[in-house]
């Protein structure tokens, strides 16, 4: 929709006059609701009224005992049949509301006379268009009489075809019986089983449909700047009726009952209505029928809704201006962005906040108000100078900190939405400080995730950090073995399998030396370090295995072909080091021409060669085979491949 006017005022002092523009809301077709606004109540294309629903009836022939009742059922509602003086020996008939499935009655009539049959005559007489019926006969405990000629041609008229075989005061007869009437007879549901079949219950059963006697429609309307009125068209059948309910919404989203029962359709005044206590409103429209008088709907057809919308303030996120993006912290950095007011009416006041991500949380850095008129779809610059100091995490050389700037109405006014009121830019801050760094070996090797190492190895980390300000912390170097800290003091007792030293160098601040026993299988080994400015290291973090096997694994050379070097390179697993450790060298036609004799390591080893025989002579070109040997633990571990000399 919109709005034109040509000769519109836009003077700032009179614009809040001139754009007070009511607005309409027009609600009449199904698709403007949704189901959860129908209660009881079905959107058709011509209104919405009462809706129907699925009846469920059903009566059951059979025994006195609970474990084959005889038994009726309307719509939910259960009625054993299992009391001696109260449903045994002869009719038990119940009474049914045809439009809505109300249950009525229950009647028992127990056939102990000739004039039991004129009392069931004279009940059923009072059954007409608006009623159905249920039978479910019962056992024959006292019954002396059975039915009259007449009554048998009561049900008849009333649709029963098997009424002439029911004899009441046989034992094992059964019948069931359910008739209403309908334009062209009697819609009916009967059965009847005799006394020579099997013991099984006569059941009748239908499923008629109703309509539900009460319903609602909700009205969901807001938020509003000034609330105006409202109307509705209806149709009104005899015994129906159509009310309407208003309830004011705050700030809480608590319903709170303003009028009820409102049955004036032509414009019912809301102006008196505070529009910031409840910025919503929800009509509720009620929609009745007295069913024991009317069977019509009411309908309602439409629904007019009359107010002046709010403004809308939104900040725009593509609007920031900054002196700088990338500042050294504590310098200043001026930041300004627009905002817009998008509604439907001018707003003479807005509050805006800058706020900034910080390591202790969200800082807030400035609050105002603007006390400046923004007509509809204007927008205002708002500005700020931000000092950075303490806005940069210090254990991070650089640091990308939030700016947010929130604008919104003030709290005697209302805006459509409140989550697009916040923009939001970045500044990063760097610090003037350098990181450490870990230097870590095991047994003297450096590893990377995945290799072998054995059970009792010797870890050293050595804390690097050209800073001037000196370590002398163990907190500073976290060391956690499968992801439990290992700490450096056991309540007040040293860890014998850790230390630190802290040699006085200048870039080696500190050296930690761990010693574990380690099980068989999958270690974790992580490392963690700051300096005293919260700088942090990189942190270290290996997957190694301990294998208790000795193992060769990965066995090459490289290069191969070789020139004048080459090395051999291996995995190897264990839970010691071998020792006894031999690379031999061998021709094609099995003559040994080099040993080389070397310390293996539990993991990655490897060994250089520089091509010559054990006489120091070069190598000729051509194919040999080489053979590692590694004894230790009393077992011996072999394995051989073929290197190829090309000069």
Not at 16 to 31: E, G, L, N, P
Request: hydrophobic fraction near 35%; charged fraction near 20%; include cysteine.
């Amino acid at each position: 929709r919109f709005l034109y006017n040509p000769g519109l005022n836009i003077d700032r002092k009179l614009a809040r006059i001139v754009y007070d523009s009511t607005v309409t809301i027009f609600k009449k077709f199904a698709s403007q609701y949704n189901q959860i606004e129908l209660g009881n109540t079905v959107a058709l294309p011509d209104g919405i009224e009462l809706r129907n629903y699925t009846g469920d009836l059903f009566s059951q022939s059979w025994g006195g005992d609970s474990w084959e009742a005889s038994y009726i059922r309307i719509n939910g509602k259960e009625i054993f049949l299992l009391d001696p003086f109260l449903h045994w020996g002869g009719l038990n008939i119940v009474k049914v509301r045809k439009n809505d499935g109300t249950y009525i009655e229950l009647k028992h009539f127990k056939f102990t006379s000739p004039t039991s049959s004129d009392s069931v005559i004279n009940y059923l007489n009072t059954f007409n268009e608006n009623h159905i019926l249920l039978i479910s006969e019962s056992v024959p405990n006292g019954v002396t009489d059975s039915m009259s000629v007449a009554l048998r041609n009561k049900f008849k008229a009333l649709g029963s075809t098997y009424v002439d075989s029911v004899h009441m005061n046989v034992w094992g007869d059964r019948w069931s019986f359910i008739s209403y009437p309908t334009g062209s007879g009697y819609t009916v549901a009967e059965k009847y089983l005799g006394p020579l079949t099997d013991w099984t219950p006569a059941i009748s059963s239908m499923q008629p449909q109703f309509q539900f006697d009460s319903g609602y429609v909700f009205h969901n309307f807001g938020p509003v700047a000034v609330y105006k009125n409202f109307s509705w068209n209806q149709v009104l059948y005899p015994n129906s009726s159509l009310t309407f309910d208003v309830f004011g919404i705050d700030k809480n989203n608590q319903n709170n009952l303003l009028y009820k029962n409102i049955v004036s359709n032509s414009f019912f005044n809301l102006d008196t209505i505070h529009s910031y206590t409840y910025p919503n409103l929800l009509l509720k429209t009620n929609l009745n029928v007295d069913t024991l008088l009317g069977s019509i709907s009411p309908v309602l057809k439409s629904l007019r809704f009359n107010y002046v919308p709010p403004a809308e303030l939104i900040s725009d996120n593509y609007s920031f201006m900054k002196s700088d993006s990338i500042v050294q912290e504590g310098d200043t950095v001026r930041v300004s962005v627009k905002y817009f007011n998008v509604g439907f009416i001018g707003t003479s006041t807005s509050i805006n906040t800058w706020s900034a991500s910080s390591p202790s949380g969200i800082r807030i850095l400035k609050t105002d108000t603007l006390n400046s008129y923004i007509q509809i779809d204007s927008s205002v610059r708002a500005s700020i100078l931000i000092n950075t100091t303490g806005l940069r995490n210090v254990q991070k050389t650089k640091d990308t900190i939030y700016i947010y700037f929130e604008s919104k109405l003030k709290n005697t006014e209302n805006e459509f939405f409140t989550y697009n009121n916040t923009a939001i830019t970045t500044l990063i801050l760097t610090g003037d400080s350098i990181n450490p760094s870990l230097d870590i070996t095991y047994d003297g090797i450096k590893v990377v995730s995945g290799d072998f190492i054995q059970a009792k190895p010797v870890i050293v980390a050595k804390y690097l950090d050209d800073g001037k300000m000196q370590i002398r912390d163990t907190s500073n170097i976290k060391v956690y073995l499968d992801t439990n800290y290992i700490p450096y003091y056991i309540g007040s007792i040293k860890n014998p399998d850790i230390e630190i030293i802290f040699p006085i160098v200048k870039s080696l601040q500190a050296t930690v030396i761990f010693k574990p026993t380690l099980a068989d299988g999958f270690h974790d080994f992580m490392y963690v370090s700051f300096d005293k400015s919260g700088n942090y290291a990189d942190t270290m973090r290996y997957l190694l295995t301990v294998n208790p096997d000795m193992k060769i694994y990965d066995l090459n050379t490289f290069p191969n072909p070789m020139k004048t070097q080459t090395n051999f390179i291996f995995n190897l697993s264990g839970s010691n080091v071998p020792n006894y450790c031999k690379i031999k060298v061998f021709t094609v036609a099995g003559r040994l021409v080099k040993t080389i004799t070397f310390p293996a390591n539990i993991g990655y080893n490897q060994i250089p060669w520089d091509g010559r025989d054990d006489d120091g002579d070069y190598m000729a070109n051509g194919v040999y085979l080489y053979k590692l040997i590694l004894e230790g633990n009393s077992k011996k571990e072999t394995s051989i491949q073929k290197l190829v000399i090309l000069r």
